[in-house]
């Protein structure tokens, strides 16, 4: 084992300074224990676009699946599943997928341990022909109903083993995207310790056996009383409500007494598309100019500059909220200044403000998703072979959609993960009955933007020690010891993405700044 010794020095007290404030005690994932249906789908969180035939799927967007099973004993795990991946449409993945990792972008997990997901016409390159039935042995699947076939057949295995040290184990699917008309199907997800099932604590509905459903858990209204679900499956891999109907979607759940935080990766846009000197543009044909709608004509690039989101007053915006409220019935309306609450209480309720894309992004357009972009349009429609650059184009929308494209934001979400999560936090001094969720009370502002993913319930933990507890300052340095990544707040994170991360190395710890 290959060893060296570091001596005291500024660079490890600084690291041993972080660790000390970062590690007592942290936030804790519950949302398996007390929140149902993250995804609208039992077991899962983050995201999953349809279930039909028993089989999950993801189209046209990038997307993190999983399921935090807690703490497990250490051993050895190992993960299988049915899964496949297109880089683009058939005949584009035909002739490019096979054999270029950069266009496998789809991987399972456990913990921070991946193996990519077999590309679609990695063994078979055939559809049907006129007349002939789709047979698995000899075509690949082009649609739920073929996958799940397909994956009876015993195509598509998928397998991640991995050495578990003991404590938190998250498994699951991700794709890092994304090129257009990609797609993402799984189903049959097994999980063995030790070569042993894993069934205490172990995956819950892996076999998709119940699909989506928007009421199951979940309360979904506007304050016209008139049921608005997500959208959904909007080519990307995140929901969202965008230039439309307002809306709410919450659900209530009893919770012990403790300090808690309800959160979800997401923004809110101030209005419509806009170029670099803030022009917006119908966000139902980009590529038009038109002024903003709804309490203020303004721009997201004047909300911006003025920065005056919060400020009280008339005729203002009204913003999209995430909240946490212990009425009764389910809060419909959410107000939008500090002396509306709504049907929330002051001091009783919360709620956070989603902040505006521009704002998380500094105002910089070159890093912020849009999901109608006029650029990448005009640069689609002018390339002569449209075809060609929507499967090449990485991440971009380059065609337009209905009240816009997800693509960007879906990308961010899995690449740039917790640089876009925001939430509320609330303290239940007893068991209490409480509403958590998210909303919007009227539509304002031209194509107004709201996408969220990965819906999270933590729980503070005093005792939560994420692996790090002290650093000794003549520290032995395992080089051959595994890698562990933390957020800021202390949590492990599985597969860290661009932002700030506390990291550990045996008994090394230090602040690096990852770039994905």
């Keep these: 084992m290959l060893k060296n010794y570091m001596k005291r020095s500024a660079m490890l007290l600084g690291a041993a300074a972080v660790a000390a404030s970062a590690y007592a005690g942290a936030y804790v994932d519950v949302t398996r224990q007390y929140l149902q249906d993250p995804t609208f789908i039992p077991g899962w969180q983050g995201y999953i676009a349809a279930v039909d035939h028993g089989v999950a799927e993801v189209w046209c967007g990038a997307f993190k699946a999983y399921q935090n099973l807690g703490e497990q004993p250490a051993g050895h795990y190992v993960l299988t599943a049915n899964a496949l991946y297109r880089c683009g449409g058939n005949n584009y993945s035909i002739e490019h997928q096979d054999g270029n990792a950069d266009l496998n972008t789809a991987y399972i997990f456990i913990n921070d341990k991946k193996e990519p997901v077999t590309g679609l016409t990695a063994e078979l390159k055939a559809r049907p022909g006129d007349g002939e039935a789709f047979d698995p042995a000899k075509h690949f699947p082009n649609g739920l109903e073929e996958a799940n076939k397909a994956f009876a057949a015993g195509k598509y295995a998928n397998k991640v083993e991995f050495d578990h040290q003991g404590g938190e184990l998250i498994i699951g699917i991700c794709n890092t995207g994304c090129y257009y008309d990609e797609w993402c199907a799984f189903d049959n997800f097994k999980l063995t310790k030790d070569g042993a099932e894993v069934t205490t604590n172990g995956i819950v509905n892996g076999d998709f056996s119940t699909g989506i459903d928007f009421k199951r858990n979940w309360d979904n209204w506007s304050t016209e009383n008139k049921e608005k679900t997500p959208d959904i499956n909007r080519k990307g891999g995140n929901y969202r409500k965008c230039g439309g109907s307002p809306y709410k979607t919450a659900q209530q759940v009893e919770l012990p007494a403790g300090k808690y935080y309800f959160s979800m990766l997401c923004f809110h846009r101030y209005g419509s598309t806009v170029d670099e000197n803030g022009v917006q543009y119908d966000h139902k044909w980009p590529g038009k100019a038109k002024p903003g709608y709804g309490c203020m004509s303004r721009s997201p690039k004047d909300w911006f500059e003025a920065k005056d989101y919060d400020e009280v007053g008339e005729d203002r915006y ?123 009370n009227q539509n304002t502002g031209d194509g107004y933007w709201h996408a969220y993913t990965d819906i999270k319930l933590q729980k503070w933990d005093d005792n939560a020690q994420s ?46 700044l990852i770039r994905k």
């Design 318 to 440: 009204q913003h999209a909220y995430i909240f946490m409220s212990k009425n009764e019935t389910c809060p419909k309306d959410l107000g939008y200044e500090d002396v509306d609450m709504g049907d929330l209480k002051d001091n009783v309720d919360v709620r956070t403000r989603v902040k505006d894309c521009w704002e998380i992004c500094n105002g910089d357009l070159s890093i912020m998703p849009d999901n109608n972009p006029r650029e990448a349009l005009e640069e689609y429609h002018n390339a002569g072979k449209p075809d060609q650059l929507q499967y090449t184009v990485k991440n971009k929308c380059t065609t337009a959609d209905d009240s816009g494209s997800e693509r960007e934001s879906s990308a961010a979400f899995v690449n740039e993960g917790e640089k876009w999560r925001q939430g509320v936090e609330f303290t239940l001094d007893a068991p209490t009955k409480v509403w958590v969720g998210l909303g919007k």
């Design 467 to 512: 692996g790090v507890d002290s650093i000794a300052l003549d520290t032995e340095i395992d080089e051959n010891a595994p890698v562990e990544y933390f957020n800021m707040q202390g949590v492990r994170v599985a597969e860290p993405t661009t932002g700030l991360y506390i990291v550990r190395q045996g008994n090394k710890v230090s602040k690096q």
